[in-house]
């Protein structure tokens, strides 16, 4: 059985954008026949990559999909203050040292 896009978004609980870029990136083949069509095989083979462990290597990943570190709070630019007031809640350095970097 085809399943139209709409059909696929819902079984896998996405938007249609995010399996319009599947396709497009090559990670759910499909047909194109008068619309896009994906057959029920072609989606088990996408759910079966997506297994844990089983995942593309990382190095072959577009840089925009690579995935980030799990850090907690990103800073996006160094602002100073910011920065020293993060220090303080945490209680990295002397006041001594904060001062000195404040600078």
Known sequence: MLLKVSQVCERLNCSLAT???LIERGDLE???CPGIR???EQL???????KKGRSQNAQDWPEKTKPRPKT???FTHLDGDRLLEAWRKRGVGSS????DISQ
């Open 72 to 74: 907690g709070r990103v």
């Open 19 to 21: 399996v319009y870029a």
């Open 38 to 40: 994906v057959s029920e």
């Open 30 to 32: 499909c047909f194109r």
């Open 44 to 50: 088990a083979v996408y759910l079966e990559s997506t």
């Open 96 to 99: 001594q040292e904060r001062e």
